[in-house]
């Protein structure tokens, strides 16, 4: 088992890498010289040669690319070319806020979809299930800009119950954080959901349905046991990986969630940099993105395999 | 059997309907069945007979959307399907106990065994005074596993099928029910496996008394264990005898034909045809030293596997122009692989093949164009072995056009001729696999082997999936072809009584190995070797009485 | 006639008449798809208003005769706009979905026949382009070359071949293992007729099911790309364009926030009510197909 763990791991480590190498190459395609950007109008033939020395433009794509992998390694992650602080130092805040509300996001869809995902499986074919399945239908169909934009004109401008704009850095107190952050994880859970409920219904109804729930049943047990002894254990690796999936789809989705409400994350500080070709900055981000993801299935691989007695 | 007593089970005119595509049907039709206390009722037919249907109405269980039609199921007097549910969940593994079909399906995969039996005892609340552990190892050593007590820390997938069949009844015996409905629980077994496990019920039985509806198409088993058995056909029961009775003098027409189409390993069946006289030229096939093998080793399994991996362990073995020759052996035998080798769809590891005295290249793409056409394959599962989209017309028309000169007019015209010399209605051209029966779907595969006019045609398992009177009828067919065309069979099997007056030599495969080789006549008469005997004495006879058990294995 | 003869006489099949049956919704799904392709293709000749005409009334109207979704900040009508950004939406998302559809079955197909070591490598490269978050990866790729129609399009199709080429190569696995394939192995046939002529027809209703799933999912991400300001440049009547104009006068009229978004939410309902319905019917088939002749 652990052979499985470590190759997965390797497996994780080789992608990272690999990415690493796509993201930067898809950056050196952007237009226009970083010296040139910076300068603007006020460059002169000397000040640019000077910024470039200090840029290391000067090097070929691939010198540069180990010189970033090196840094990156060593945890510095280059200064950042709009606001002239160290990367780092700048999106350590902004990641902290989008783990906040990926974190109160998580903390609130895994409860709602296992519990809908399960009433529509144990009631397949009824009322319940039909009206549930209708709901998530619809909130599934919708982007998550339009759910967002939704629930500003209802809870924020019609009913004014929460602020309209995410802008947590002016929170005075836990409370107000948390009217200022629930909007958005509202929205993403939302979106979220919509999806793991649809997919965690057919998983169990296959699971439901097996040979050995039946069979578990004709052995006279009750049904609570049946549910959570015979049934839900073989149902969890599937739920992972739902949930895995996404996880997946949360971290490139906050992008627009943080978008439409302006919160302060790195989701809208990507756009930002891109729209402003600091390339040290959304290099950074790309790899914390991805990293994040990477991680994300590794974790859920390996629980799936602990789970599983024929992997152990 | 009892007099006066109530019987313990009454099915009353029961019938059940079952919802379709094409709105309700009948799976079960007006069938009334009585089973007494302490005896074992055999319900026999083939698919589509409703013999499962009525299985699972003794449990109460309605299996998809199906529906009671009328009459009712009477255990211990009470009508089962006017239990509260409740009552139903006591009743069930605490009256009445099932063993399953396919036992790795039916293990929980997540629990471990013992657990899933402890799990009888403690919902059913039995009284367990040695303590629940000790009672496990117990029950579990009472239906033979070997090591009982590290068998009950194990998970149902790092067990045998015959060990998980035998963990499943051990959970159906566990609370000793009055009842114990067994839903052909030694189909997809090893014929020495099945064998074993019949003892094992028959054992049990006498030592407990229990009461059986003992489900299952192997008429013969059946007749082993069973002191009645009724037969089934299209939800309808034709017949209820007890044992002896129904098979020296069954009434019905159906059960005369469904006895007559059991092959029977000591005597030759009725309408048999002349062997053929024996033929001494060169070996069409000769096979040298076959091995094969499976493992992958190294990066992306670039090494040569390891030896002593081998599935296929240097096999030789000559077969005759215009002859059988069965390959026989239990699963993991390597006989498919054997036959996947011939084929040209798995190399060998080692060794060589010859067809007609030359070299035969390994894999059929690096095969001349007449060496595919004369090589021909036939496989297990009607399913699968028919492309679902193409119609008949079309699956056998590519041979004809890879092997023949043929322009279209002839083709249709050959395809006529196939279906017809497969004894299928030349209408059939136009249909799509789903709309076949399985024997009509090996036909199929039979006539798209001889598209090719070929000379050898390897069967793999042909018959394992078809009902036991399709199977007398498929091999009828291949023999009279045989006579027709002059056709050499290279005829994959697991069951003895089946190749015993078809093939002309035979050969007995264990672990990748001959341990049996010659006419099949002598070898089958005066087998050498232990494991032979042991297949021979597995193969159920009719009316035999059931065999005293075997000391534990 | 013998004995055995007269018992197979009982195995014969039924024929059966097999019909397309989709479910109610599924054919309502398909209806709603139906019309939106109406629309994009006649639009323009019946639209009241031309997309990029200002002024045609005055900002932030109300929904009335003449403007029946209203107008937005520059007093463009609502209605025209949204049914003239049928075109480019639907064109941007079939486009996109059928080359991802058409590359990533035969990367998908190739790979599942082949099992060997090139589908090991090949499944490890498709892994890794899937674990770049896609929005990030668009964006990336969009602002490097530039907000165009066509490159929307092929950037979206790269992003959703790898996933397609998984759900294809899974469907191979299932055709691969059935003893058909071993049949044609067997006759020598080469690997181009065996994956034309016996894999791709038992796969494409699984890959139809794909095809309107990937657009569903397309739909929505243009429309992101486009609210986020990356995709179709303005003034393309792209709904998501739309949205994101809108949204900062959101409280003066939801008009020109609501009716593009609802133009995107039903059609995206349609087609997934249409790809629930049609993948039930090709499961029910499969099965029908092994248990009917029992």
């Known amino acids: 088992m652990s052979k499985l763990v470590l190759t997965r791991l390797g497996m994780a480590l080789l992608s990272l890498l690999a990415v690493s190498a796509i993201i930067f190459w898809c950056v050196e395609l952007l237009p226009g010289d970083a010296a040139e950007r910076i300068l603007g109008r006020n460059a002169t033939p000397e000040s640019l040669a000077l910024l470039r020395e200090k840029l290391n433009l000067n090097l070929s794509a691939g010198e540069r690319y180990f010189d970033w992998l090196r840094s990156l390694l060593s945890g510095d992650f280059g200064v950042s070319l709009v606001a002239d602080r160290p990367v780092l130092d700048y999106i350590s805040g902004r990641i902290a806020n989008t783990a906040l ?26 009322f319940a299930d ?32 929460l602020p309209p704009l995410a802008l947590i850095g002016q929170a005075n107190s836990f409370g107000e954080l948390l009217r200022l952050i629930a909007l958005p994880t509202i929205t993403i859970v939302a979106a979220m959901s919509a999806y793991a409920v649809r997919m965690m219904r057919e998983s169990l109804i296959e699971v439901l349905e097996s040979s050995y729930v039946l069979m578990a049943r004709l052995k006279g047990l009750p049904t609570w046991r049946v549910l959570l002894f015979h049934a839900l254990p073989n149902a969890l690796g599937p739920a992972i990986n739902i949930t895995a999936l996404n996880v997946a789809w949360m971290i490139g989705g906050v992008v627009v969630v943080e978008s439409v409400f302006e919160f302060p994350g790195i989701g809208r500080l990507m756009v930002d940099s891109i729209s402003h070709k600091d390339v040290p900055v959304i290099l950074a981000i790309s790899m914390v993105m991805t990293g994040a993801y990477i991680a994300t299935n590794l974790i859920a691989d390996v629980l799936v395999i602990l789970l599983n007695p024929k992997l152990r | 059997m009892t007099t006066s007593a ?106 471990k065994v013992g657990g899933q039996v402890a799990e009888m005892l403690r919902f059913h609340q039995v009284a367990v005074p040695q303590g629940m552990s000790s009672r496990v190892v117990e029950l579990l050593d009472a239906v033979g596993i070997p090591n009982p007590a590290a068998a009950a820390q194990r998970y149902p997938h790092e067990l045998s099928g015959g060990q998980q069949q035998r963990v499943a009844i051990a959970m159906a015996l566990a609370c000793r029910p009055d009842l114990v409905i067994l839903d052909e629980p030694t189909t997809g077994l090893d014929v020495t496996t099945q064998k074993l496990i019949l003892e094992l019920l ?28 009724a037969v089934m056909q299209k939800g309808r029961l034709l017949e209820v005898a007890d044992s002896r009775t129904l098979f020296e003098k069954p009434q019905h027409d159906y059960t005369r034909r469904l006895i007559a189409s059991i092959p029977r390993i000591d005597a ?167 709309q076949l029966s399985g024997g009509e779907r090996q036909r199929v595969a039979i006539a798209r082997a001889l598209a090719a006019d070929p000379e050898l045609i390897i069967c793999d398992e042909i018959l394992s999936a078809l009902d036991v009177s399709v199977q007398a009828s498929i091999i009828r067919l291949l023999e009279t072809l045989q006579r027709e065309r002059g056709l050499t069979y290279l005829f994959i099997s697991h069951d003895l009584a089946v190749v015993r007056w078809f093939a002309r030599e035979i050969g007995v495969l264990r672990q990748g190995a001959f341990c049996e080789l010659g006419d099949t006549e002598t070898t089958l008469s005066a087998p050498s070797s232990p494991y032979t005997i042991q297949l021979l004495d597995a193969v159920p006879r009719i009316g035999a009485a059931p065999v005293p058990p075997a000391s534990s294995p | 006639m013998s004995t055995t003869e007269l018992a197979a006489g009982s195995d014969k099949a039924r024929v059966t008449r097999r019909g397309i049956r989709l479910s109610a919704a599924g ?70 979905t059928l080359l991802a559809v058409v590359a990533g079955g035969l990367i998908g197909v190739v790979l599942g026949y082949l099992r060997n070591w090139v589908d090991e490598v090949g499944m490890r490269i498709v892994d890794i382009v899937i674990s770049i978050p896609t929005l990030v990866l668009a964006l990336l790729i969009i602002s490097a070359v ?34 058909y394939i071993s049949a044609a192995l067997a006759r020598g046939e080469s690997t181009l007729s065996i994956c034309l002529r016996e894999i791709l027809p038992n796969i494409t209703g699984i890959m139809l099911v794909e095809f309107a799933i990937r657009s569903a999912f397309a739909i929505i991400f243009i429309g992101s790309l486009g609210f986020l300001g990356f995709g179709a440049p303005p003034p393309t009547p792209e709904w998501g364009l739309m949205i994101n104009e809108a949204r900062a006068n ?41 248990t009917e002749a029992k």
């Open chain 3, 146 to 179: 530039g907000n165009s129609l066509w490159l929307v399009v092929v950037t979206v199709a790269f992003l959703f071949t790898p996933r397609v080429a998984r759900v294809a190569r899974a469907a191979t696995l299932n055709v691969v293992t059935n003893d």
């Open chain 2, 202 to 229: 028959a054992q049990l039985k006498r030592e407990t008394g229990v009461s059986m509806l003992y489900v299952s198409h192997d008429l013969a088993s059946l007749s082993q264990i069973c002191e009645r058995v």
């Open chain 2, 268 to 434: 030759p069946p009725a309408d048999r045809l002349e062997p053929l006289p024996v033929n001494a030229r060169t070996p069409l096939l000769e096979v040298d030293g076959l091995s094969v093998s499976y493992a992958r080793s190294g990066f992306f399994g670039f090494r040569a596997p390891p030896p002593g991996s081998d599935t296929v362990k240097s096999v030789s073995f000559n077969v005759g122009r215009g002859e059988t020759f069965a390959l026989i052996g239990e699963s993991g035998s390597g006989k498919s692989s054997i036959a996947r080798a011939v084929a040209g769809l798995t190399a060998p590891r080692a060794g060589t093949i010859r067809f007609n005295g030359e070299p035969l290249p390994a894999l059929a793409r690096h095969r001349s164009l007449a060496l595919r056409q004369k090589i021909q394959i036939i496989f297990q599962n009607p399913d699968s072995s028919l492309n679902p989209r193409k119609t008949v017309r079309s699956i056998l028309a590519r041979p004809l056009r890879m092997f023949g000169k043929l322009d279209s007019a002839e083709r249709e015209a050959r395809v006529i001729e196939l279906l017809k010399a497969v004894r299928l209605d030349p209408a059939y051209a136009d249909r799509r696999p789903h």
């Open chain 3, 250 to 290: 959101a409280s003066n009229s939801l008009w020109p926030v609501l009716a593009p978004a609802a133009a995107m939410a039903v059609l995206v309902i349609g087609i997934n009510l249409f790809a629930d319905s049609l993948s039930r019917l090709i499961d029910r088939q499969g099965q029908n197909a092994a």
């Open chain 1, 101 to 126: 509300l990926s974190g109160f996001a998580l903390l609130l869809y895994i409860p709602i979809s296992i519990a809908l995902g399960i009433i529509t499986a144990i009631y397949r074919g009824k």
């Open chain 1, 130 to 161: 039909h009206a549930i399945s209708v709901i998530v239908l619809i909130f599934m169909c919708l982007p998550e800009f339009v759910i967002g934009i939704l629930l500003i004109s209802i809870f924020a401008i019609k009913l004014a119950w």
């Open chain 3, 27 to 96: 054919w309502l799904g398909g209806a709603i798809i139906l019309v939106y392709v109406l629309v994009a293709l006649t639009g323009s000749l019946w639209a009241p208003y031309e997309a990029a005409k200002i002024l045609t009334g005055a900002p932030f109207e109300g929904a009335s005769l003449a403007h029946p979704f209203g107008t937005d900040n520059l007093g463009r009508d609502v209605f025209s706009r949204v049914v003239l950004g049928t075109r480019p939406v639907l064109t941007m998302t079939f486009a996109a």
């Open chain 2, 6 to 111: 109530r019987p313990l089970v009454e099915l009353k005119n029961l019938s059940v309907d079952y919802h379709g595509d094409r709105g309700w049907s009948r799976a079960v039709d007006d069938v009334s069945l009585e089973i007494a206390n302490g005896e074992a009722l055999g319900l026999a037919g083939e698919s589509g007979s409703g013999k499962t249907t009525v299985a699972y109405a003794l449990m109460g269980e309605r299996r998809g959307a199906s529906r009671i039609g009328g009459g009712q199921v009477l255990f211990k007097g009470r009508e089962i399907f006017g239990l509260s549910p409740s009552e139903l969940t006591a009743l069930r593994g605490r009256s009445i106990g099932f063993v399953p079909q396919n036992p790795m399906a039916s293990l929980t995969p997540s629990m």
